[in-house]
């Protein structure tokens, strides 16, 4: 049976994640608050962020810099779009 959350990020309830996204006491935050569809948006988001401003998960910095643009995007007023930054088509 699929559990049922209130997702603070799509403010609905939504289906929720299978098992926490990583260890640790973050990861136990989203599982609880964050919904399947939202954790999905955010994976295309971080993507986006580590094409355009082309970062390399093996620095410390850039882990650092996708985990607090994480909480501004699901606890905090959101994670923006880099500067100049186009949809594609």
């Known amino acids: 049976m699929v559990k049922q959350l209130f997702c603070i990020k799509l403010n609905e309830e939504a289906e929720?994640?299978?098992?926490?996204?990583?260890?640790?006491?973050?990861?136990n935050k989203i599982y609880n608050h964050v919904s399947q569809k939202a954790w999905n948006m955010w994976i295309a988001h971080q993507t986006m962020l580590i094409n355009e401003y082309r970062l390399n998960l093996a620095d410390p910095q850039s882990r650092a810099f996708l985990t607090q643009e994480l909480?501004?995007?699901?606890?905090?007023?959101?994670s923006e779009k880099p500067q100049g930054f186009t949809e594609p088509e």
Do not use: D, H, Q, V
Not at 16 to 27: D, H, R, T
Not at 71 to 78: D, P, Q, V
């Open 16 to 27: 929720s994640m299978k098992a926490p996204p990583f260890p640790g006491e973050l990861g």
């Open 71 to 78: 909480n501004k995007y699901f606890f905090g007023e959101g």
